[in-house]
């Protein structure tokens, strides 16, 4: 694969999950891909930078999988394998893609995961803290030394059930990226706009809203901004989009040469058209065939959405 | 009301309904609102340039709606008042306004409407054929002379009930406008981008596809362009906001020197930024209180929205 990477990228740490995915799609089943949010944000940003993965895995995880995000330049050194199973969820789509429901979820390893950052992880510029319990997001970046930019994700299930927690790690990050359902739960209110100022208001000066196909949406002090998704005519697998949207947004950031105010919604961009390539295939299949010239040519197509004249 | 119009405006005609609507909103219940697809596509329409409406109405409807019309330089000598009672449509809006479910419909005078141009209407430049009966869509066409830009409306009813019609009406005019489930409806196929390829290949040059607060998309052989809804802090009440948007867009390009891709997608950002006025208010409420001043500003907001650097 052909990289795109200024020696003087900033380390980026990539806290998260790896999994197995059972996923009933359209197209037909698919059993035992490799997924979690780790994993395709560890593939979505090595396309711009080198990557620091924390994560576990079970002892039926297999070494291909690792040794493909190692061939990415992907430090798999904080990824601890561990005695069992991997963490395994199923889920069944609609026939339209649209909506997706849980069939099973088996934390397995994952239920004891406590991060450990390797002694030369400990000075990443750039963290994505994925979504993880928000008392080991904090443990992640208590192993810290002073990173430059924190970004956290987070999910209903630790909105509902760890609030005190997750407003804790809220007061200390620098952003935050959560799909609209999420924002509406963690603001306690149906609109938009409302909710994203309440959440502005929480600590982080940005908020990153994920609104599947209607798009990405950016919210700072400064305003307010708009990724279109990039509309494909050919969708397999939805799974791990919001991963690759924010590891794709991450690594374009730690490759930056300022991240302001433009660096930010030109991210958002590149995250829209890395998640696209992968839901063209299933599971991580098409997002790793992505070359940078075909990055481009679709970045180009995106950006033309947003040009009137 | 201040005016903005080009002494060299297009002559814009507008067919469709006019209704009285009983709504219950989350803020509450509101009855004998008029509204009416014609109603709210002229007031929008109206911002820009002159209108020449076509619609029925029974005996029960208001004077004022129509003085009101006129004072915006809305010509409603095609306003057919008929013996009986007007068009009526109940609905109620879920509490966050994302969907709606009609609780009554009562076609009344407007299941005999026989649209009738009169004579002064016949040579208007550009034509919005809104969302009545496919052969009565033809019979208003039938009535014009070589009218330059010709835009239709249309809804579920007809895609299923009077497909053959349709693709007749679809065959004769320059682009149609629909919501995405409609677009897809008609297509016979879940895909956006594919449906939208479908359209464009049964007539219209031009396909604009409206999906509320996910905004709007148009597309044509030259690409593609997406406007984003304005995210309002205040939502009151979606109905109407589509025909404001398609009311806007049409009085915008009436308006306009030249019609090119450039108007075209300027003129998406204008209807999403009318439509939004619409959704602040009950009815046409806060549609016809809007100023010029308030659009231009709303208008840069939107416009920033879609600003990467």
Same sequence: chains 1, 2.
Avoid at 132 to 152: D, F, G, M, N, R
Avoid at 280 to 309: I, N, P, S
Wanted: proline fraction near 5%; charged fraction near 20%.
């Amino acid at each position: 694969m052909a990289t795109d990477k200024r020696p003087s990228s900033d380390s980026l740490l990539i806290v998260g999950s790896m999994a197995f995915d059972d996923l009933d799609l359209p197209s037909g089943p698919a059993r035992n891909v490799v997924g979690g949010s780790a994993t395709y944000a560890s593939v979505a940003a090595s396309l711009y930078t080198p990557v620091r993965v924390v994560a576990v895995v079970g002892d039926d995880f297999p070494e291909s999988a690792l040794k493909m995000l190692q061939g990415r330049s992907v430090d798999t050194g904080g990824v601890e394998r561990t005695t069992g199973k991997t963490f395994r969820w199923a889920g069944r789509y609609s026939p339209n893609l649209a909506s997706r429901e849980t069939l099973d979820t088996q934390l397995n390893v994952f239920a004891d995961f406590r991060p450990k950052l390797p002694e030369h992880y400990r000075d990443s510029k750039i963290v994505l803290l994925g979504n993880i319990h928000p008392a080991l997001q904090l443990e992640v970046l208590a192993q810290t030394k002073s990173p430059k930019l924190v970004v956290a994700d987070t999910m209903n299930f630790w909105i509902s059930g760890e609030r005190r927690t997750l407003l804790e790690v809220l007061s200390r990050v620098d952003a935050l990226v959560v799909n609209d359902e999420e924002l509406r739960q963690l603001a306690e209110d149906h609109n938009l706009k409302r909710s994203a100022k309440a959440v502005l208001s929480m600590g982080p000066k940005l908020l990153v809203v994920k609104r599947g196909d209607a798009g990405a949406m950016l919210f700072d002090a400064t305003g307010t901004f708009f990724a279109p998704a990039f509309p494909l005519e050919t969708e397999l697998d939805p799974t791990g989009a919001g991963d690759t949207f924010a590891g794709a947004v991450l690594g374009f950031l730690a490759r930056a040469e300022k991240i302001d105010h433009g660096t930010w919604r030109q991210a958002l961009l590149v995250g829209a058209t890395v998640a696209s390539f992968c839901v063209e295939g299933v599971g991580t299949g098409a997002l790793v065939a992505v070359t940078h010239q075909k990055l481009a040519a679709r970045l180009r197509e995106l950006t033309d959405l947003l040009t009137v004249g």
